[in-house]
């Protein structure tokens, strides 16, 4: 059973940067690719990034490119989020959520970004605040 937990997150002003941490445990992530997720007060949970099971593919939003940076270490278990240029509309839950590759491959370069009905394991999230 994969089990995910989220850390990193936190209040920061406008312009800063914070690292998101998703630690696995229970199997091995070689075979999950992994979204992040966020979800502001009131609003529905969407896609924010997503990497492929070993990390050749990543997809962001739009309304991320070019601030944020998903990576992963599938030996210590962990994908991590970059994130820079901090605005107040990044200010969210964020999850983590793993999709068994064998579901078919859901992060690729062209594809959406990740969507929340690919994924079967989830974080219980980190909030992230941006305010000055």
């Known amino acids: 059973q994969l089990q995910l937990v989220e850390s990193g997150g936190g209040l920061v002003q406008p312009g800063g940067s914070l690292r998101l941490s998703c630690v696995a445990s229970?199997?091995?992530?070689?075979?999950?690719?992994i979204g992040w997720f966020r979800q502001a007060s009131g609003k529905e949970r969407e896609g924010v990034s997503c990497i492929s099971s070993i990390g050749e593919h990543t997809v962001y939003a739009d309304s991320v490119k070019g601030r944020f940076i998903i990576s992963r270490d599938n030996a210590k278990k962990e994908v991590y989020l970059q994130m820079n240029s901090l605005k107040p509309e990044d200010t969210a839950v964020y999850y983590c959520?793993?999709?068994?590759?064998?579901?078919?491959?859901?992060?690729?370069?062209?594809?959406?970004?990740?969507?929340?009905?690919?994924?079967?394991?989830w974080g219980h999230g980190t909030q992230v605040t941006v305010s000055s």
């Open positions: 229970g199997v091995t992530l070689d075979y999950y690719a």
């Open positions: 959520a793993a999709s068994n590759s064998l579901r078919g491959n859901v992060c690729y370069d062209g594809s959406p970004v990740s969507r929340v009905d690919n994924y079967d394991y």
